[in-house]
T-cell receptor, first 110, second 114 residues
Framework: DAKTTQPTSMDCAEGRAANLPCNHS???????VYWYRQIHSQGPQYIIH???NNETNEMASLIITEDRKSSTLILPHATLRDTAVYYC???????????FGTGTSLTVIP | GAGVSQSPSNKVTEKGKDVELRCDPI?????LYWYRQSLGQGLEFLIY????????KSGLPSDRFSAERTGGSVSTLTIQRTQQEDSAVYLC????????????FGPGTRLTVL
């Protein structure tokens, strides 16, 4: 599975959009981009995934560049409960494993 | 509905002892994963079960680690002769047979080896 690079930490003001970047320059054509988050002392939680097209659900939007070498997770109106570590993962969608890196620690500031 | 449950939530043991960690997946979820998360680190894949297929054990760090899944449901992760470096949160996750996208995680077991 392709390696991903994320900033170690980010801050975002409450009510503003949080934009979390992820680089995956070695992604292959059949690999998907997944995002999970982990709130302190809890297990990770699925957010969203995509292959080529931008995706949106009730939690977030995923923007994937045309060359697929990077993506951005957007939380449109961040709340304090969005403070968590956000993991960007690239993998075959039928693969066994999810390789979680160290993620981005997002702190939403009141 | 009931999510993935793990027990115990916390386990403190002495170096050299064996420990067993339990995972109860969501009913109907035939795929089950174990991960380890050391302090300040990301999740490290340990083992994967899918139905009656042979498990993917490629992430187990040593032969002191083993896991079983009885009856396609409950899973037990066993660590023999525990070492201090085994101290971590051990997370279990399950998913449905057809949905490769979303894993549902349990709350984890925090293991401390003294």
């Amino acid at each position: 599975d392709a390696k991903t690079t994320q900033p170690t930490s980010m801050d975002c003001a409450e009510g503003r959009a949080a934009n979390l970047p992820c680089n995956h320059s070695t992604i292959s054509g059949n690999e998907y981009v997944y995002w999970y988050r982990q709130i302190h002392s809890q297990g990770p939680q699925y957010i969203i995934h995509g292959l080529k097209n931008n995706e949106t659900n009730e939690m977030a939007s995923l923007i994937i560049t045309e060359d697929r070498k990077s993506s951005t997770l957007i939380l449109p109106h961040a709340t304090l409960r969005d403070t968590a570590v956000y993991y960007c993962i690239v993998r075959w969608n039928t693969g066994n494993q999810f390789y979680f890196g160290t993620g981005t620690s997002l702190t939403v500031i009141p | 509905g009931a999510g993935v449950s793990q027990s115990p939530s916390n386990k403190v043991t002495e170096k050299g002892k064996d420990v067993e960690l339990r995972c109860d997946p969501i009913s109907g979820h035939t795929a089950l994963y174990w991960y380890r998360q050391s302090l300040g680190q990301g999740l490290e894949f340990l083992i994967y079960f899918q139905g009656n297929s042979a498990p993917d054990k490629s992430g187990l760090p040593s032969d002191r680690f083993s896991a079983e899944r009885t009856g396609g449901s409950v899973s037990t992760l066993t660590i023999q002769r525990t070492q201090q470096e085994d101290s971590a949160v051990y997370l279990c996750a399950s998913r449905t047979p057809s949905s490769y996208n979303e894993q549902f995680f349990g709350p984890g077991t925090r293991l401390t080896v003294l």
